[in-house]
């Protein structure tokens, strides 16, 4: 929570969905910061991970679709010899949502506004 508050202060940016972890206040298990009107960063609890994050591979990038099809034909391919962690179906805060880390060790959020 406190990184959220320094990125919103640093970059004047606002929220546009944070949740914060079942039965804990102490943490986001999703937070969203907007700038400029673009979701450019999105924070998760990493305990839905079986990798502990280091400098390196604390960083996902999260792509908003303006349409389902779209955002499939992303996922067919960036699926490719993927590691997937959330596999293309709803969540509370798209109608669809991936999250994988790709073959050459990229890590992605696919969603559709």
């Known amino acids: 929570m406190e990184a959220v508050d320094f990125y919103y202060k640093a970059f004047n940016a606002t929220s546009k969905k944070c949740y914060k972890a079942s039965g804990c206040d102490a943490f986001y298990a999703h937070a969203e910061i907007v700038i400029s009107e673009q979701t ?8 839905c991970y079986d990798t502990e994050f280091t400098k390196g591979n604390n960083m996902q990038f999260w792509l908003t679709f303006d349409d389902e099809q779209s955002l499939r034909g992303a996922y067919e391919i960036l699926k490719e010899k993927a ?4 596999p293309l179906s709803p969540c509370d805060w798209s109608r669809e949502m991936a ?3 790709d073959k050459f060790g990229v890590n992605w959020i696919l969603s559709v506004s």
Do not use: P, Y
Request: hydrophobic fraction near 55%.
């Open 99 to 101: 999250d994988l880390t």
């Open 83 to 86: 590691e997937i962690h959330w």
């Open 40 to 47: 450019i960063l999105a924070l998760s609890d990493i305990s």
